[in-house]
């Protein structure tokens, strides 16, 4: 009898460290994303590749600049991103965190059907990544293959660093600084003057994080960041009504709400939007643009549909700050530029699967919200578009000269390239398909002055 006692308080004792050490601890963890997907008419998803990313920092790495003697591994390829022909653009993924003491953490992104591009600051793993191996086992092993032998193992592995199989990267014992404590970071936090839209996702109240790695000095920053690509199907299908295209059918392909849906047309300098609160699972709406109506210059736009945005944001979490720090980071790019998109949230549960977060010790609160962003190629821009490359096809100089300046002056920006799979996949002939290359790539070279039509 005393032994099953002292057993079952042995056995109550345990349970409770074991309980206790997965207890969530007193911080908080806020992120917010985006994901850029490209469209026709029909609603199917178009692979693209844009001609101009969003600029980053220097300081930001990339599979160019790996660090720690890393290599690319799978798919991946040094500076690749470019290369990647892909249905998904995750865009500025952060994390902030918030605690009143200083702390040590560890944060773990998984991306099982994308690839991480791009992060700041540097991480313990990233991957799919290896190390080459260590040179002195790898000439013991040649000696070994000389021999004759056939081992079973090499020696290289067992004295190698190990890789990162698969799509995911780790920070490890990051210390959690709180602003309150560590003002003087922010003289330290780098600065460049290139990326000018990273640096607004600092105007935050989130706590300096300082990051170790083996071979760099700590690096400090306001949250982790992370970008990259994929090739699944975001939740939300936009089909036209008999072709209108200003009727428009938002459908919920997925099986959560979708919520706060912008509907955006912008055209010269001017346009309109129009807002739906949800749309349920397996469910369409409506969404009406008429067309010339209440159209507002771009200044006015921006600022309503700004204001309503964050409200958004914060209603699905976000503190006042991070909700505005979102908006100014991607005003220019979704309120300003011209084009048909839809602005939503993404539901929790679909960035949960997409992007599965691990935080140790565990956060008494953890935040999500990734916005998707629906970019929509018109059929009369694709019209407009078939017109221009058949004349630069059939035309002569002059002919071809004014093609290049018809499309530049459709202001496609980062979305011409699909623009034009788009008209492809409706003209599926050779010397139409080398007409189209020869004006994409004519209307993005640089034209004399510094511009492009993939930097507008």
Do not use: C
């Not at 000696?143 to 190990?162: D, E, H, M, N, Y």
């Not at 309150?180 to 460049?192: C, G, M, Q, Y």
């Not at 221009?388 to 018809?406: F, P």
């Amino acid at each position: 009898m005393k032994t099953t006692f002292l057993s079952f308080i042995l056995a109550a004792a345990q349970w409770s460290v074991l309980a206790g050490s997965d207890a969530p601890e007193d911080y908080v963890a806020h992120e917010w994303g985006t994901f850029t997907s490209v469209q026709g008419a029909d609603g199917v998803l178009i692979p693209w590749n844009p001609l101009e990313t969003t600029k980053l920092p220097k300081f930001v790495y990339d599979w160019s600049k790996p660090g720690q003697d890393r290599l690319p591994a799978g798919v991946l390829n040094r500076g690749s991103k470019s290369a990647f022909v892909t249905l998904q653009r995750m865009e500025t993924p952060v994390i902030y965190f918030y605690s009143d003491t200083e702390r040590t953490i560890d944060v773990t992104v998984r991306f099982p059907q994308g690839l991480i591009t791009e992060w700041y600051p540097q991480a313990h793993d990233i991957g799919p990544s290896a190390f080459p191996p260590n040179k002195l086992a790898a000439a013991l092993d040649g000696l070994v293959l000389q021999s004759g032998a056939q081992p079973r193992f090499t020696i290289a592995s067992l004295f190698g660093r190990k890789g990162v199989p698969d799509s995911r990267i780790q920070w490890k014992s990051i210390r959690v600084l709180p602003t309150s404590r560590h003002a003087d970071l922010a003289a330290v936090i780098p600065t460049d003057t290139s990326g000018i839209h990273y640096f607004a996702a600092r105007e935050t109240d989130a706590a300096f994080l300082r990051v170790k790695t083996p071979d760099k000095a700590a690096e400090h920053e306001k949250f982790l960041f992370y970008r990259g690509v994929a090739n699944f199907k975001t939740p939300l299908q936009i089909t036209f009504n008999s072709g209108n295209e200003t009727n428009l059918f938002l459908r919920n392909t997925g099986t959560d709400e979708l919520k706060h849906l912008f509907v955006l047309a912008i055209r010269q300098g001017r346009g309109k939007f129009i807002y739906e609160d949800h749309v349920a699972s397996g469910q369409h709406v409506y969404a009406g643009l008429k067309s010339g109506e209440d159209l507002l210059p771009l200044g006015e736009l921006a600022a309503r549909i700004s204001e309503r945005m964050s409200a958004a944001l914060q209603q699905e979490g976000l503190y006042r700050r991070e909700a505005d720090a979102m908006v100014k980071t991607w005003r220019e790019s979704w309120f300003e530029e011209d084009g048909l998109r839809v602005l939503y949230v993404l539901p929790r549960a679909w960035t949960d699967e997409a992007l599965p977060l691990t935080v140790q010790p565990r956060p008494r609160e953890v935040v999500r919200v990734m916005v998707g962003r629906a970019e929509i190629i018109a059929p009369t821009t694709e019209w407009q578009l078939l017109k221009q490359i058949v004349r630069y096809s059939d035309g002569d100089a002059e002919e071809r000269r004014q093609a290049v300046n018809r499309v530049r002056q459709m202001n496609l920006g980062r979305f011409f390239q699909p623009a034009v799979q788009l008209v492809l996949g409706s003209h599926p002939h050779r010397e139409f398909s080398q007409a189209a290359s020869e004006l994409l790539q004519a209307a993005t070279k640089n034209d004399g002055d510094g511009r492009t039509l993939a930097a507008k």
